[in-house]
Nanobody, 127 residues
């Protein structure tokens, strides 16, 4: 069974940085697109960033553009989210997600387009 396992969350102050990791494991797994989403208390799960497994296509939510960087290591079947200049509004549980095929339009933005999810890692940014 394919598993996605996130790590790297924690409690930091505003302006600090964190690096989240997502490692895929299990049977042979070919992801087409990997995404990071986040969910704050009482809010919907929202798109943060996505990267195609080839690395050719990268997308960011406007709220994190210029502060967050998504990357992947194909050899290690891992995806990373480098988060700089963190703000209190970045506080949320961050989830890694995988999609095994392409799609049309801005499918990468939509949580329902991803078939595999990790358990999430908490990021808390204090002011």
């Amino acid at each position: 069974q394919v598993q996605l396992v996130e790590s790297g969350g924690g409690l930091v102050q505003a302006g600090d940085s964190l690096r989240l990791s997502c490692v895929t494991s299990g049977r042979t797994f070919s992801a087409y697109m990997m995404g990071w989403f986040r969910q704050a208390p009482g809010k919907e799960r929202e798109f943060v960033a996505a990267i195609s497994w080839s690395g050719a296509n990268i997308y960011y939510a406007d709220s994190v553009k210029g502060r967050f960087t998504i990357s992947r290591d194909g050899a290690k079947s891992s995806v990373f989210l480098q988060m700089n200049s963190l703000k209190p509004e970045d506080t949320a549980v961050y989830y890694c997600a995988a999609r095994t095929s392409g799609g049309s339009g801005s499918y990468y933005l939509k949580k329902n387009e991803y078939s595999r999810w990790g358990q999430g890692t908490q990021v808390t940014v204090s002011s």
